[in-house]
């Protein structure tokens, strides 16, 4: 069975400052995707960035970027320059075998402070 | 449009209320799916319906009722619940529900918060 761990339940990080969000995944699968949702207090669930575990370039979206350690099972975050606009829940989340389920980790709430 | 939308955006009913969400989306997608979301939690699977029909049933109770009309529409029927579903359900579209050698990415809507009394 595949599972998600997000180890902080909570971070904080000034405007502007860079902050990283941790994941660790655990799969037997050689054919999944892993993804970051981020979800405001306004509740939408949004897609931030994904990364195709056959792929070893990481992916990277605007300020957002990851670091995707396939060997380690790691796949964190990082947020660079960040913004009030940032804060909110993030949720790290993995797809892979048959079916395109997703199994999502407990998430990191992530208050930006000016 | 990549716009997956949910009505009401709020919905209060006693335990002995019959009452409907509905989901719709444009996207041309196939499959469709119902989360249940408790505060400052992940979303956790209800039901995933692939070519409108049934596909996955996270094993939710019986008070929970999905229907898929049609390719763009979804249903979730509510009758007899419990204080305990009072929760943020979400609805999400994706091309497939199956696995693809491309990118195959689930949109969520904004979801109905439900408030059982």
């Known amino acids: 069975a595949q599972t998600v761990t997000q180890s902080q339940p909570e971070m904080s990080v000034q405007e502007a400052e860079t902050v990283t969000l941790s994941c660790t995944y655990d799969?037997?699968?050689?054919?999944?995707?892993l993804f970051w949702y981020k979800q405001p207090p306004s509740r939408q669930m949004i897609l931030v960035i994904r990364?195709?575990?056959?792929?070893?370039q990481n992916a990277t979206e605007n300020r957002f970027s990851v670091n995707f350690q396939k060997a380690a099972k790691s796949f964190s975050l990082k947020i660079s320059d960040s913004q009030l606009g940032d804060t909110a829940m993030y949720f790290c989340?993995?797809?892979?075998?048959?079916?395109?389920?997703?199994?999502f980790g407990t998430g990191t709430l992530l208050a930006v402070q000016p | 449009d990549t716009e997956v939308t949910q009505t009401p955006k709020h919905l209060v009913m006693g335990m002995t209320n019959k009452k409907s969400l509905k989901c719709e989306q444009h996207?041309?997608?196939?499959?469709m799916y119902w989360y249940k979301q408790k505060a400052k939690k992940p979303p956790e699977l209800m039901f995933v319906y692939s070519y409108e029909k049934l596909s996955i049933n996270e094993s939710v109770p019986s008070r929970f009722s999905p229907e898929c009309p049609n390719s763009s529409l979804l249903n979730l029927h509510l009758h007899a619940l419990q204080p305990e579903d009072s929760a943020l359900y979400l609805c999400?579209?994706?091309?497939?529900?199956?696995?693809?050698?491309?990118?195959?990415?689930?949109?969520f809507g904004p979801g109905t918060r439900l408030t059982v009394l």
């Open positions: 999400a579209s994706s091309r497939t529900s199956s696995l693809e050698k491309r990118y195959n990415e689930q949109f």
């Open positions: 989340a993995f797809v892979g075998g048959a079916t395109n389920k997703l199994i």
């Open positions: 799969t037997s699968e050689n054919n999944y995707y």
């Open positions: 996207m041309g997608h196939r499959a």
């Open positions: 990364q195709e575990a056959y792929k070893q």
